[in-house]
């Protein structure tokens, strides 16, 4: 399925990057890995909304990228593909990890990218002069 319309905002993206952190997080809050692995809900939604930050990643230019390289962008894009192209060969240990450090520490970056790129955005279209 194409986009239609006028190409969105990549900062829109970020915003979604978050959102969907954010849901990882909350879905797993309080669960140990176990617990985690047993929930078919949990870990499905929990999967599904690691695979749409690699989808999200995708969508962020090149050049962006580049100026965030703290971020792991191609590892998150091979992440993605990974869930979605072998889910018989997922590795529980891995997953979890991702969802207890990387996804925390991903969303501090992100904040910080959002933050930025607002600051940078709004100097882009101040009209006041």
Do not use: C
């Not at 319309?5 to 849901?23: L, N, S, T």
């Not at 990974?82 to 501090?108: C, F, M």
């Amino acid at each position: 399925m194409s986009e239609k319309g006028p190409p969105r905002e990549w900062r829109f993206y970020i915003d979604d990057m978050i959102g969907f952190g954010e849901k990882v997080l909350t879905y797993t809050a309080g669960l140990d890995q176990s617990g985690f692995l047993n929930n078919d809900l949990t870990y499905d939604a929990t999967l599904r909304n690691l695979e749409l930050i690699g989808e999200a990643a995708t969508r962020i230019p090149e050049e962006v990228r580049q100026q965030y390289p703290q971020v792991p962008w191609r590892l998150i894009i091979a992440t993605r593909n990974r869930l979605i192209h072998a889910y018989l060969g997922i590795d529980e240990d891995t997953v979890w990890s991702i969802i207890q450090d990387n996804v925390p520490e991903l969303l501090e970056y992100l904040e910080t990218i959002r933050s930025q790129s607002y600051v940078d955005f709004n100097s882009e279209n101040d009209l006041s002069g």
